[in-house]
């Protein structure tokens, strides 16, 4: 019994189904009939009727209550007839109307009412908000603009179909609060906006918005936000030749980051990045004092691999032989030979006090930091050619005192660029680590069987050679 009261139920069910799936076919051919007859109905002869009428009606007769009234009644008709265009229409004619009769506070309360009204279309909020951006120019004073200017972000707050006016309008309302001095405010206004996500948003437009965030964060003085920002573009960004304008403003601002970190190597990164945008290379004007800050900040940046590999491709510039002097500069830095301090000063303190590099403000420090350099290059020189030197003859020969002599040989054993043992009882410096007896014979017994295999393969290439030209006896 269990087993047929189950069969029936089952069978109910079946009986079920098609009732079901026949109701939902019904529903859907009745709203796609519904949304296709909206669709075929057309509203330009209302449109072409209504709007010159109630518009002659506002402005001539003065009626502007009812013509208004009459132009919301067309637009709701249009609106529930899922009309974007028309509907569009009779909402930009209203704002034309009101704007004509310079009625700001009516435009603020409309542009709110039709953004609002009941099932409003996304386009027709577009063309509300992009209507109302052409009259901010035309506004009689600061406040009815500013009030205008809040009501479209307002009503375009949070709806993805308006992203690129809101970041327009929000640009502009940024820009007003850096004239008035509030450059804090503004800088907070443009970091609300993601522009790096909208793909409404052209290429170069998203690029000059990145950067005008930069700028404000700098300008603010927040540097670590500035820093994380700039991120969001990196070199590639920069393949078009359309933005190379673009691209010496994003540098220029990554040397203003870099230069508050004091970062030699990225500043002399930055600047030869510049001096690779073609509109640079034309110029000589342009070209040349950007050639001398990568120098001079290549010359004050730290050895290490990266640091060696940019001045050997610098140096190979055919542009770096027109300025000599820096060319000689940062080939002392290249050679394996003792820079004397007092003789680069005297050549060139002059010059280079005269470079932005040295202004006020990082005059000492960086002075300092070049001597550092140069006191580091002849360390790592002596330290390939002597084993042992007193600490006395190294001292003369980085033009040190004693002390400062093993303070600046020890800061480079920290940092890890060089292998030294200072002997303070018998006053000399040790650049070679002590081998152990067995590491030492190993080594002899490699370099005599490379010396070996290098003479008998010597051998056999002559006596190849005298067998191809039939000399061998």
């Excluded at 500069?329 to 590099?357: D, P």
Aim: net charge neutral.
């Amino acid at each position: 019994m269990a087993g047929g009261d189950e069969k029936k139920e089952e069978e109910k069910k079946e009986e079920k189904k098609p009732t079901l799936m026949g109701t939902a076919a019904a529903m859907k051919a009745k709203e796609d009939m519904t949304v296709s007859s909206k669709k075929k109905e057309d509203f330009t002869p209302l449109l072409d009727a209504a709007i010159p009428q109630n518009r002659d009606l506002a402005l001539k007769e003065g009626k502007k209550a009812e013509a208004l009234e009459n132009l919301l009644g067309v637009e709701k008709q249009t609106r529930l007839a899922a009309d974007a265009i028309a509907t569009g229409r009779v909402a930009v004619e209203i704002l034309k109307i009101l704007q004509e009769l310079g009625d700001w506070e009516g435009i603020n309360s409309h542009v709110v009412l039709l953004s609002k009204r009941r099932q409003q279309l996304k386009q027709v909020l577009v063309d509300i908000v992009q209507e109302g951006m052409t009259y901010l120019d035309k506004a009689p004073s600061h406040e009815k603009k500013m009030e205008l200017l809040e009501t479209l972000r307002a009503v375009s707050e949070g709806k993805i179909h308006v992203e690129l006016e809101r970041a327009r309008l929000t640009r502009q309302l940024a820009k007003i609060r850096e004239g008035e001095g509030n450059i804090t405010e503004a800088a907070e206004l443009m970091q609300e906006v993601q522009v790096e996500t909208y793909g409404s948003m052209e290429k170069e437009e998203k690029v000059d918005y990145i950067l005008e965030q930069i700028r404000l964060c700098l300008d603010k003085g927040d540097v670590i936000r500035g820093t994380i920002v700039s991120k969001k573009i990196t070199a590639k960004t920069f393949k078009d030749d359309q933005l190379q304008e673009l691209k010496i403003r994003y540098y220029k601002l990554l040397v203003r980051i870099f230069n508050q970190k004091d970062d030699y190597l990225e500043l002399a990164n930055a600047y030869y990045s510049m001096l690779q945008t073609p509109i640079v290379q034309e110029d000589a004007n342009q070209w040349m004092p950007i050639m001398k800050s990568v120098v001079v900040y290549l010359v004050l940046s730290k050895h290490d691999n990266h640091h060696q590999d940019f001045v050997e491709r610098l140096l190979q510039d055919k542009k770096l032989n027109q300025l000599k002097p820096y060319m000689v500069l940062l080939t002392y830095f290249k050679t394996m030979e003792l820079v004397r301090w007092s003789a680069l000063k005297g050549l060139y303190e002059q010059e280079l006090k005269q470079h932005e590099a040295f202004e006020k403000e990082k005059l000492d420090q960086r002075w300092k930091d070049l001597h550092r350099r140069v006191v580091e290059h002849n360390i790592r020189v002596m330290a390939t050619y002597y084993t042992n030197i007193k600490m006395e003859r190294l001292a003369q020969l980085l033009e040190l005192s004693p002390a400062e002599t093993e303070q600046s040989v020890s800061d480079m054993v920290v940092a890890g660029s060089l292998w030294c043992r200072i002997d303070r009882l018998n006053g000399t410096a040790t650049f070679r680590p002590s081998q152990d007896p067995t590491d030492m014979l190993n080594g002899w017994s490699t370099n005599i069987s490379e010396l070996l295999s290098k003479v008998e393969k010597t051998c056999h290439l002559i006596h190849k050679e005298n067998m191809l030209h039939g000399t061998a006896k």
